[in-house]
Structure formats: C-alpha cells, structure tokens
C-alpha cells in the first residue's frame, strides 16, 4: 500500500533524512558557515534548497537573474528586490532584473536605472565589496530613490572569483525590515549566484552527483517504501513538487544515478512489483492485467512493453516458467 501523508512525513522526514534541506545545498560554504546554515529557518532552508536545484534549468545570464528575484527573494515576502551588474567597462552598474515595481509582471524592467560605483548605497557596496543593511535611509545621504522612497534597504555584493560582479539590492517601506536572517540569506542567494554564473561561462564544472544526494535518498525511500510508483498518475511533476525540487533536476538526478530516464526508472519498479506478484500464490486468481494495475501500470499495452523491456520476455511467458 502506498503510505499516507501523515505515515510518510513521520518515517522519512523524521527518520531517514534528518536536516534534508541542509545536506542538499552545494558544498559552497565554509565549516562555520554551514553551521550557521544548519541553524537557520526551515523556511529559509526551503528556498535555497528550491533554488539550488532549479539552477539546472537556467543556461543564460539573464534567466538566472530573474529566476533569482521572482522564485527565490519573492518568498522572503519583499516588497522590492533589484540585481545591478557592472556594464562592460564596469563605470556603472545597471539593474538586469527585478521584483516588484520595477517590472510590472513581466521580465521586463521599466526605466533601469544606472549608478556609478561609490554612489548611493548600491554603489558603495560594489566599491567596497561590503553588504549594507540601512534600518532608515532616510539617515543616509548617499540614498538614492529609485521608483518609489522606502525607509530600509539592504544590498550585498555578489562575486565572481573574488571578484565583484554585481550587487542584490532590496528596499521596504518599513523601518528597520531587514534581519539578520535575510543578511545571511542574501548572503548565501549571492555565492549560488556565483556558482551558476561560473557553470554558463564554462569556468566552473557541475557539482557530482552520487547515491549520497539526500534527494536521491528520499526518492528511493518514496519508490521502495511507500511504494508510491503504484500510483498510476505518478510522474515527473507530481514527484519533484514531494521533493521540492524542480523537474528539470530530478529528471538529471534519475539520469545519472541510474542511467535510465525518469519513466523507466518508475517502471522498474512496477515491474518488479509485478514479477513478485506473477510468482505469489495469492495472486493465482489475479488477471495479467489486473497485476499490472496493482503494480500502477495504466494499460496492458505500457505494461507488456515496460515488462519485455526489463526482463526480456512477456508477463504471460514470466508467470509460466
């Protein structure tokens, strides 16, 4: 029987993957930061651990960018978040990508502004290469209003070999806003950052993939234990939102653990549900089609191809020998 909700979040989140979120961010951050992880929100947790893996499905700059404003700092319940990058003679830094305001709903930002390094707040920070956090910018000289006067923003430098390539701005119109959480999560969003942008300029190879991945750990408890591939409606989609990763990452994931694509590799397992299920006396009376139904198959056609595929000959032959 496929396990329940509840009898699921119990067995695995609880027992099999402790701390899933944090084992699943890269190993980009030092032993002390990654204590620091560790002791974050859940929450928090969620969203890098989402944007992570949804990085496999970006291949250009300006992707990346807004992948980061819209599905990443959107969940942080901002009212505002800019990212500047250096133009290419690097004389100002100009805004690529925005939440907010700034684009109206479309990836499309309306009047970009430019800032020349070392002015405003935003350019101080690329000057410096040192985050801001302002509780009232009305107290700094240096602030320079973009589409709308806020009262706190906060800004980090993001990097490229040591290098400053850009800048994460985001301003509200509530004193005091930003905390320490959304520092050190800004702080981190900018280092993935980086490892993206270093994987579409060819400086920087992928991160290995082995049968230690947590996400891999949990999909295979979901098939093995809560046998959830009976499920005749089960795929890629359905999957990735129980692992809270993106599709493109989990079809990667399947692809190079276990050759297979992610179709097969679900099929692996109905097949063999199916084959214990030919051989068991208590299924004597059960039809071809009937086990493969149980075993979460949708049509006798898929099965017997699945079935010949795998083992080489048909259910029928199987069940005789």
């Not at 509840?6 to 084992?23: A, D, G, I």
């Not at 993001?158 to 400053?164: H, L, P, S």
């Not at 949990?218 to 499920?231: G, N, Q, S, T």
């Not at 999957?239 to 179709?263: C, D, E, P, R």
Request: positive net charge; charged residues 25%; contains cysteine.
């Amino acid at each position: 029987m496929i396990l329940t909700k509840k009898e699921y979040s119990k067995s695995n989140r609880q027992r099999v993957l402790p701390n899933f979120e944090v084992l699943s961010l890269p190993s980009l951050f030092l032993e002390k930061e990654r204590n620091i992880v560790q002791n974050t929100l859940p929450e928090t947790l969620t969203i890098l651990s989402y944007f992570a893996t949804s990085l496999f499905e970006k291949n250009n700059v300006s992707n990346i960018l807004w992948d980061i404003v819209e599905n990443c700092i959107s969940h942080l319940h901002l009212e505002d978040c800019v990212i500047y990058m250096f133009d290419k003679e690097r004389q100002y830094l100009i805004q690529k990508a925005a939440y907010g305001n700034k684009n109206n709903g479309e990836k499309k930002i309306v009047s970009p502004i430019k800032i020349k390094v070392g002015n405003g707040i935003v350019g101080h920070v690329a000057a410096s290469g040192n985050y801001q956090c302002f509780k009232d910018v009305t107290s700094d000289s240096n602030y320079i209003i973009d589409d709308a006067s806020r009262k706190s923003e906060l800004a980090v430098p993001i990097f490229m070999d040591g290098t400053i390539i850009g800048v994460l701005d985001s301003e509200h119109s509530e004193n005091n806003f930003f905390t320490n959480e959304h520092i050190f999560t800004f702080h981190l969003i900018a280092k993935l950052t980086e490892k993206k942008l270093k994987q579409v300029y060819g400086n920087y190879s992928n991160c290995k993939v082995t049968e230690d991945n947590p996400y891999y750990k949990e999909l295979e408890f979901l098939m093995k234990e809560a046998k959830i591939y009976r499920d005749p409606k089960l795929g890629l989609d359905s999957v990735s939102k129980k692992l809270k990763i993106s599709s493109n990452y989990l079809s990667q994931l399947v692809n190079k653990l276990t050759g297979k694509n992610f179709a097969d590799y679900i099929n692996t397992f109905r097949v063999e549900d199916a084959k214990l299920k030919l051989r068991n006396i208590n299924f004597i009376n059960y039809t071809i089609i009937g086990i493969a139904l149980e075993a979460g198959f949708n049509s006798k056609s898929t099965f017997y191809s699945a079935f010949k595929k795998i083992t080489g000959i048909s259910p029928s032959v199987y069940r005789k020998i």
